[in-house]
């Protein structure tokens, strides 16, 4: 059994060598097209300057690509075995953004709707996350917020989940399983997908 584990995760390691030279092969062919920058406020530019920064991953980059969720143009899908989150387009297009999602132990899955839109949002941490860890505390919208540039937070009818697509403090876990459950984007990735999508946009999370 541990064979096969280290066997497995070999192989795992191994793919996350090939992955970004196999995205940046479909890049050249034309499969994926490069999403540039949104603009950002003066307000942005000044709390992202003081933000940690990290080398992005071809394979977790923003791309315009072919949907591969089938769903209805204006819904977000969540895949978080692949870390990646979709924005579908009309015309069989997508927005594809790379993410970290929860660990296996506070991981979500279900569908839900934004509720909320936030720019710079104070983190108030709930109490099932101060009862498990209790060193966390209340931090102020900016750059200390692990919810970074932007929050969208999720409710099923009008109960919040407690789930968020948010900004990240920490951009070099993008592509990981490492949060308490929400699901983290880069900074610029957060505020383009803020920018396009509206409350009450649909959210699958599988």
Known sequence: MRERAG??????RMLRGVL???AVAMLAAGCFKVVPDPQVSAL?????ALMPDAPIDPHFARYEVQDPTGEKPGTIVV????????YVLPGGRAVRYGVAVGDEAYGWTGTAEIA??????NWNPPAEMIKRWPHVHPVEGGPNSPLG???????????????RIHGTNEPEKIGQ??????IRMRNLDVV??????PVGTKVIVR
């Not at 895949?79 to 979709?86: A, K, N, P, S, V």
Request: charged letters at 30%; a positive charge; glycine letters at 6%.
């Open 7 to 12: 066997r497995g995760e070999q192989m795992s």
């Open 20 to 22: 970004p030279a196999i």
């Open 44 to 48: 942005d530019a000044k709390y992202m």
């Open 79 to 86: 895949e978080t075995r692949d870390r990646q989150l979709y």
């Open 116 to 121: 909320r839109k936030a720019e710079w949002p």
């Open 149 to 163: 540039a932007r929050a969208l937070y999720l409710h099923q009818g009008n109960k919040d989940t407690l789930y």
């Open 177 to 182: 399983a490492v949060s308490s459950g929400c």
């Open 192 to 197: 383009d997908l803020f920018n396009r999508v």
